[in-house]
């Protein structure tokens, strides 16, 4: 294996099998086309137009309109076992970062229409003599995603209605009992994106990251139940595991290997792949 498999995998949608789905004249998801055929047969909310795009009725116009059919939509195809559960917290819809949510969705119903989540990642470490160790967690084996796999030391969906460092500081709570005047010393590192496929359909993500350097007699605590342990490591075991195999959840894969390109742990001089890594982590998701 190596670090490139690790991006290779993420990146493994192909968009052209997918139905557009388009918002206010955006074309923002893609649909699998037994999954759009299934929206389309809700009720009159959603249409297919003659160049073959899926997207709202031209009778809903507002962004209450929206979250309301898709709400409808949701709960239908959800009793009807097409979508297979609903999560209850919604993620804000919109073509990028800049752009004001056109409407929000329930998050596990996201990848089915083929919509952008964001979403945080936190590299907590700490620095001893022999150099960087970093938090690795344990995801609880009672977790409906990917349970029993390796995590960064928090992460989380981006909700609607909060910013991205304020979500960060309330996860860092949340999952790892990090007291505040601890996480104020987040530092935010960029994002990592990718196109991935999924059971559900197609996940066009991007992942905002931050570090947070902490003290050496912090421990973490696993608060609400998400986390079964929490685990340090020298950063070269936690590099080794990355290149080796597929023990850490898919995208917290890259969250770390961005950080051992960051940290100069990988290097043009020591890692054959530099190049693919670093455009890799930051693949084009335009639908």
Known sequence: ???????????????????????????IGALRPEFANALVGTGPDFRRDDDGIFGFAPHVTTLQDRNTALATAASILRDQGVITRLHGEQFDIRPSLGHDPLCQLDR????????????????????????????????????P????????????????????????????????????????????VGTVSYLHETIEGIKPDVMVNFDLELPTDFTPRCADGEVERFEL?????????????FEFKFNCALVIIDFLIRHGFLTADNE???????TGLHRDIQL
């Open 272 to 278: 054959p792949t530099y190049c693919q890594l670093t």
């Open 1 to 27: 294996m190596s670090y490139l498999d690790h991006i290779n995998a993420c990146n493994n949608a192909d968009p052209t099998r997918y139905a557009p789905f388009q918002i206010a004249g955006n074309v």
């Open 233 to 245: 490591l020298p950063l070269a075991e936690v590099a080794k595991t990355v290149r080796d195999g």
């Open 108 to 143: 596990s119903a996201m990848p089915y229409f083929g919509l952008r989540s964001w979403g945080v990642h936190m590299n907590g470490y700490v620095r001893k003599a022999d150099g960087i160790h970093m938090w690795i967690a344990h995801r609880a084996k009672e977790k």
């Open 145 to 188: 995603n990917y349970p029993g796999m390796l995590d960064n030391m928090v992460a989380g969906g981006q909700p609607a209605g909060l910013g991205f460092l304020e979500n960060m500081i309330k996860e860092c709570a949340e999952e790892a009992d990090i007291p505040d005047h601890l996480a104020q010393h987040l530092k935010p």
